[in-house]
């Protein structure tokens, strides 16, 4: 399921802000939009490429329900996103096993399997579908990964 071509180097791949309607994670794509994510992590980082987890609509409609503060709360709405975010030195795709560093979770990593991500707090999720974008892969999983705000 994960990609393997760099997207930097394909013609396909575009901006997270150049995205349309992503199929099953539109919400998500939507809030990273308007909070400008990758505008804020630019300017706080000398890393350019990213790879987003980004939840299904459904997973994260469930989420919002459990937890509604965080949809007004703007800094667990950062968090939240952010925590979905890793940084990655080269182009390479997260094939296989292996572990990327969060952007949120102070050097805190993911553990990356073929078709699952799982987070410090043993939170997984199943990755359903991967868009590359020209400094990274957004990846749709099918459960929030979850920020110690909300355990």
Do not use: W
């Amino acid at each position: 399921m994960l990609g393997e071509v760099c997207p930097a180097e394909s013609e396909n791949g575009a901006t997270l802000g150049e995205l349309g309607p992503i199929a099953d994670a539109s919400t998500f794509v939507s809030l990273a939009q308007t909070a400008d994510i990758l505008s804020i992590l630019d300017s706080t980082s000398e890393v350019e490429q990213y790879h987003i987890f980004a939840p299904s609509d459904e997973a994260l409609a469930v989420y919002l329900e459990e937890f509604p503060d965080v949809g007004t709360n703007e800094e667990q709405a950062l968090s939240l996103l952010t925590y979905h975010i890793v940084e990655i030195e080269s182009c390479e795709p997260l094939n296989g096993n292996g572990y990327a560093t969060l952007l949120e979770g102070d050097g805190q990593t993911l553990d990356v399997s073929e078709d699952s991500v799982v987070d410090p707090n043993g939170y997984s999720a199943r990755i359903i579908a991967s868009y590359p974008l020209k400094n990274g892969y957004l990846y749709v999983i099918d459960d929030i990964l979850t920020p110690s705000f909300s355990k």
